[in-house]
C-alpha cells in the first residue's frame, strides 16, 4: 500500500530487470518500495547481477520467482523459454535499473543474450533504463551514443546522478535513489512530464527573453537539471566590421553552436545569457538574448556582464581586424586599388580570462587548420582558460555551417578528450558535462 508521501502504483504490472553493477543493492530497497505503493513486481537478473546481489533476496521482496535463465535446465519445455515473451506483455512498465555499461550496448544492439534483454526485445511497455557505472564508462561516447540510441527507440533515460562512485572517484555515474526511480515510473504510468524540478526556472529579465519552453517528455526525461543556479554567458555567431553603410568584414559564422549550447543550458537549468552577433537563427526559449554587431559591442556587452557569469563560454566567431574608420558613405569603385586600414579588435575572451574571478569556468573554441593541439593548448593558456573546444574546419560535418561538429575538448589539466562526429547539440551537452563534472578528484592508484 502506498502512504501519501509515495506515489501509488496501486495494480501495476512492473518489470525489474537488476544488472551487474554495485548498485544492485538498491535494487531491494526499489522492489520495496515498489511493493509497498502496490506494484506488482516481477524480477529478471542477468547473471553478473547475482554476483552483487542473491534472486533469494530480490525473490523474497518481491513474493515472485526471479527470472534469470533464459533456457530451461531441464529438458521439460513446458513453455518457460518463453517466459521473456508473457512478461513483455504483461507488464505496464519495464525499469532497468542499474543499467551497466554492458546492458545498455546489449539493448542499443537488439542483443537477446540474456532473459533482460530479450524480454526487452519482447515488450511491449515503456522501457525506463537508469544507468549505473563508474564516471569515466559513463561519459564514454560509446555509452552515450547507446544512451541516444535508447532514447531513439523511446526508452526513457533517467540520467546517472552526480556523487561519489564505487571507485573513490566523483562524478556522474550513479544509480539515482529509489524514490527518485519510484516517482519516475509513476509519471511515466501517468503520462505526466517529468516532475517539476527537472527544470528550473531561470530569472529572465531581458524583453526579449522568451517565456521557458515546456519540457517534451521525451527531451526533459534525459535532460538533469545539473546547471540549476548557474549563470552562463554565452557568445555566438560572427561579428560585422562596416567598412561603409553597404559593405562590412564578416565571416560565415552561422552561430549554431552557441546557440546550441545555450539552449542546452537552459534545458539544464542554467540561468542563460547569449550575446550573438547577426545571425538568421531563433534564439532559444528562456534564454536573455543582447543583440551586437561589432566586436567592440561584443567586447563591452561580455565584459559589462562577466562577473555575473559563473561560466563563459566563447562560441563566437569575433573578428580580428575592423576598419579603423568606416566611411560614413558609399565609397567609390573610381580607384584601381583600394587599401583598407584596419585594427586589431578587442579580445573578449582573453578579457574575461584576464580578469577570471576565483570558481569561474572559461571556455573557448578553436578553429585550428594546422599544428591543431598545440595552437588551442596554446590559446587556452593565452586566454586563461579551463577548457578549449578544437575543431578543424577541413573536416567533413565539422566547422561553420554544418548542423554537426567533431570537437576535441583540451583541458586546463592536460585532458584530452576527441568526441564523435556529434550534432552541435551533442557537442554542447557533452561540453557541459565537463563542466559540471571537471574530473578534479583525485584518480585513485591502482592497488
Ligand atoms: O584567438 P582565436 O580567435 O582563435 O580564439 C578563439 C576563441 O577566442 C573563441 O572562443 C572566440 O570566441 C574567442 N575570441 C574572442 N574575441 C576575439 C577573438 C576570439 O572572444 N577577438
Known amino acids: 500500500m502506498s502512504d501519501d508521501s509515495s506515489p501509488s502504483l496501486e495494480g501495476r504490472r512492473l518489470i525489474l530487470g537488476v544488472t551487474g553493477s554495485i ?3 538498491k535494487s531491494a530497497l526499489l522492489i520495496r518500495q515498489m511493493k509497498r505503493a502496490g506494484a506488482d513486481v516481477r524480477v529478471v537478473m542477468t547473471d553478473d547481477a547475482k554476483r552483487f546481489i542473491t534472486p533469494l533476496t530480490l ?5 515472485a520467482d526471479v527470472l534469470g535463465d533464459i533456457f530451461p535446465e531441464s529438458s521439460d519445455a513446458s513453455g518457460s523459454w518463453t517466459q521473456h515473451v508473457r512478461l513483455g506483455l504483461w507488464a505496464d512498465l519495464f525499469v532497468i535499473a542499474p543499467a551497466t ?5 546489449n539493448l542499443a544492439g537488439g542483443f537477446s543474450n540474456s532473459m533482460l534483454t530479450a524480454t526487452a526485445l519482447s515488450a511491449r511497455c515503456p522501457i525506463l533504463v537508469c544507468p549505473a557505472m563508474d564516471r569515466d564508462m559513463y561519459r564514454h561516447p560509446a ?8 532514447r531513439d527507440y523511446d526508452y526513457t533515460v533517467m540520467p546517472a546522478a552526480h556523487g561519489e562512485l564505487a571507485s573513490g572517484l566523483v562524478g556522474r555515474g550513479r544509480m539515482p535513489e529509489p524514490e527518485a526511480i519510484l516517482r519516475r515510473i509513476a509519471d511515466l504510468l501517468d503520462g505526466r512530464p517529468p516532475a517539476a524540478d527537472a527544470l528550473a526556472s531561470p530569472s ?10 515546456d519540457p517534451s517528455p521525451a527531451s526533459a526525461s534525459s535532460t538533469p537539471a545539473d546547471l540549476r543556479g548557474l549563470r552562463v554567458l554565452v557568445t555566438a555567431g560572427p561579428t560585422q566590421e562596416p567598412i561603409d553603410p553597404v559593405r562590412m568584414l564578416t565571416n560565415p559564422s552561422t552561430g549554431r553552436m552557441g546557440y546550441a549550447i545555450a539552449e542546452a543550458a537552459r534545458a539544464r537549468g542554467a540561468d542563460v545569457t547569449l550575446v550573438s552577433g547577426p545571425t538568421h537563427l531563433d534564439p532559444p526559449g528562456g534564454v536573455t538574448v543582447v543583440r551586437i554587431q561589432r566586436a567592440q559591442e561584443m567586447h563591452e ?3 559589462s556582464r562577466r562577473d555575473d557569469a559563473d561560466v563563459i563560454i566563447g562560441a563566437a566567431a569575433v573578428a580580428d581586424y575592423a576598419p579603423r574608420r568606416a566611411s560614413s558613405s558609399k565609397t567609390k569603385k573610381d580607384e584601381a586599388e583600394l587599401t583598407l586600414s584596419l585594427r586589431r579588435t578587442p579580445d573578449v575572451l582573453k578579457t574575461v580570462g584576464a580578469n577570471k574571478r576565483p570558481g569561474q569556468v572559461l571556455v573557448g573554441f578553436a578553429l585550428e587548420t594546422d599544428d591543431e593541439r598545440e595552437n588551442a593548448r596554446r590559446k587556452l593558456e593565452a586566454k586563461n582558460l579551463d577548457w578549449i573546444a578544437l575543431n578543424n574546419p577541413r573536416e567533413d560535418g565539422a566547422g561553420f555551417g554544418t548542423s554537426t561538429n567533431r570537437v576535441t575538448l583540451l583541458g586546463r589539466d592536460g585532458t584530452v578528450d576527441e568526441l564523435p562526429l ?4 551533442d557537442v554542447a551537452d557533452a561540453l557541459l558535462d565537463r563542466i ?4 578534479l578528484a583525485p584518480v585513485p592508484s591502482p592497488s
Do not use: C, F, I, M
Not at 525473490?59 to 513474493?63: C, R
Not at 529572465?204 to 519552453?213: F, G, I, L, R, S
Open 436 to 439: 559540471v563534472d571537471p574530473d
Open 143 to 150: 555509452t552515450q551514443r547507446n544512451l541516444q540510441q535508447l
Open 23 to 25: 548498485a544492485a543493492y
Open 204 to 213: 529572465v529579465t531581458d524583453e526579449e527573453a522568451d517565456p521557458p519552453a
Open 301 to 303: 556587452a561580455v565584459q
Open 101 to 105: 555499461a554492458q546492458t545498455l550496448a
Open 59 to 63: 525473490g523474497t521482496l518481491s513474493e
Open 422 to 425: 556529434l550534432s552541435k547539440r
